[in-house]
T-cell receptor, first 116, second 111 residues
Framework: GAGVSQTPSNKVTEKGKYVELRCDPISGHTALYWYRQSLGQGPEFLIYFQGTGAADDSGLPNDRFFAVRPEGSVSTLKIQRTERGDSAVYLC??????????????FGDGTRLSIL | LAKTTQPISMDSYEGQEVNITCSHNNIATNDYITWYQQFPSQGPRFIIQGYKTKVTNEVASLFIPADRKSSTLSLPRVSLSDTAVYYCLVGLNNAGNMLTFGGGTRLMVKP
């Protein structure tokens, strides 16, 4: 079966540009998470969706970062006025929610974002 | 969220059993212990989760002492393909709970 799909796998852009990163979760998974991982470090939480709504966006570093999930499936992470410090691997994960309990999160392979 | 401490790196040889211990002294009563594995250029992959005593699945075993202030991930008879970073996470198992990763343990399996 299909896992979490993220596109593009690599994105190189210039400082100041706008980027969109896409996540296609596992079908039927209502919970969706975005993480950011810098080289040599563990993933860092950015935002969590339950269905269409962002239930927790406390990890977004600033207002240049925004994410949507309009139909409760595919999600897009949007970064405006990119900075070199935004360079990282952006990971998406999804999970089932059963009786209020998290099932294990399934991760995609990430989008490697490089800001020149 | 409970902070975790685990070795930065470990070396092993093919066929050996590997035990990675994680300390979490301020674990809360409702916290679960979860381990993830990550290969280069891939997202983390769930290995095992437990609350107390021992949990075993087809991949690994997780040992949790009675005080739950530490846990040990045991990988039986490792192979070269087990070379990866292993993360210990502690937190609630409630819906929507984001994962808080530390630095992980970089396991190198040698031939």
């Amino acid at each position: 079966g299909a896992g979490v799909s993220q596109t593009p796998s690599n994105k190189v852009t210039e400082k100041g540009k706008y980027v969109e990163l896409r996540c296609d979760p596992i079908s039927g998974h209502t919970a969706l998470y975005w993480y950011r991982q810098s080289l040599g470090q563990g993933p860092e939480f950015l935002i969590y969706f339950q269905g269409t709504g962002a239930a927790d966006d406390s990890g977004l570093p600033n207002d240049r970062f925004f994410a949507v999930r309009p139909e409760g499936s595919v999600s897009t992470l949007k970064i405006q006025r990119t900075e070199r410090g935004d360079s990282a691997v952006y990971l998406c994960a999804s999970s089932l929610t059963v009786w209020g309990l998290n099932q294990p999160q399934h991760f995609g392979d990430g989008t490697r974002l490089s800001i020149l | 969220l409970a902070k975790t401490t685990q070795p930065i790196s470990m070396d092993s040889y093919e066929g050996q059993e590997v035990n990675i211990t994680c300390s979490h002294n301020n674990i809360a009563t409702n916290d679960y212990i979860t381990w993830y594995q990550q290969f280069p250029s891939q997202g983390p992959r769930f290995i095992i989760q437990g609350y107390k005593t021992k949990v075993t699945n087809e991949v690994a075993s997780l040992f949790i002492p009675a005080d739950r202030k530490s846990s040990t991930l045991s990988l039986p008879r490792v192979s070269l393909s087990d070379t990866a970073v292993y993360y210990c996470l502690v937190g609630l198992n409630n819906a929507g709970n984001m994962l808080t990763f530390g630095g992980g343990t970089r396991l190198m399996v040698k031939p």
